[in-house]
């Protein structure tokens, strides 16, 4: 969870200042650098955001997540990623800040990604927001990204 930037790995960029950056009740992972995290222009950034139908679903997703995010110092083109959470509205996705948008579309191609995504589909409702940023500014992206875990939940949650 994101308390301090001394908690996790991270570069000067893209620590934020170890506060909250979004709403009570979301859990926020820390960072996790991947191996273009020093890249000085132009990133593509992607929100998901997941809605899960039981708890069980819920523990599930947040497993397979963090078991994913263990391969993100070796993807191609990655440069960063936030895992959230908020498990009281079975909701939950990633942050994810990438040198171009073909190096997340191969991530979303990545046979054990589609593997994944195919086991969960009809179990799960995916929303997304994804952009092109002249730079990475952590403060920017968790403002946009906000728009979808604080100001625009999920359109299938209750």
Known sequence: MLTNSSDHQTDDRSSGTGEQPFSAGTVLMPWQA????????????????FLASSEEDVQEIYKTGMRLGRTW???HGAVGLWLWGRPSEARGGS????????DMRRFVRWPVHTDIMRKWRGRVRVATDSWQAP????REVW????????LRPHPQAG
């Open 34 to 49: 991947g191996p273009r995290h020093d890249t000085p222009g132009p990133v593509f950034v992607s929100v998901t955001d």
């Open 73 to 75: 110092p070796v993807m």
């Open 95 to 102: 942050i994810s800040v990438w040198e171009t948008e073909q």
């Open 135 to 138: 730079e990475f500014d952590v």
């Open 143 to 150: 403002a946009r990204a906000s728009n979808t875990i604080d």
